[in-house]
């Protein structure tokens, strides 16, 4: 994969700032014409330095006024109990990120929830009932200070 030069680099800072920013007004604001910005975004799309548009939603609009970080240890270890515990967790739409990290436990869950109730369901009725599972210890937003999905690239 070849590296990235600057213009690629502000491509990818502007769609990060708005992914609906049409190719004329990339254009426009690089100082170049359209079809070279659709071949450079191509490219980046093909490459895998974008892998997805979205949009981000207000989760406190939608209901979601409680989020936990949920540190999970399991009992056992082997790749097995690991797998099996990885693709059960995709299954939990209250776990909106979930990271295999060193340390104290083995994974660490984002969970959204709309109160305490629904959260201890989750808890209760959800996460402990998956095998292997040995120790949960959860932490909760009092307030978000930053919260982003830029990654600096210029």
Do not use: W
């Not at 099996?84 to 739409?93: A, P």
């Amino acid at each position: 994969m070849k590296l990235l030069d600057p213009t690629d680099l502000r491509i990818l800072d502007l769609l990060q700032k708005d992914a609906k920013l049409t190719n004329k007004e990339i254009a426009f604001k690089l100082g170049m014409t359209i079809t070279p910005v659709y071949e450079r975004i191509k490219k980046l799309e093909e490459n895998g330095y974008i892998s997805k548009y979205v949009a981000l939603v207000d989760r406190e609009k939608l209901g979601y006024h409680l989020v936990a970080f949920c540190n999970v240890s399991l009992k056992e270890h082997s790749s097995k109990y690991l797998s099996v515990f990885e693709r059960e967790i995709h299954s939990i739409d209250e776990v909106i990120e979930c990271y295999h990290i060193a340390g104290l436990f083995d994974y660490l869950l984002k969970v959204l929830a709309r109160d305490m109730g629904t959260y201890q369901n989750f808890i209760v009725n959800k996460l402990a009932k998956l095998d292997n599972i040995g120790n949960v210890q959860s932490s909760f937003i009092m307030t978000e200070i930053k919260y982003s999905t830029h990654i600096k690239t210029v």
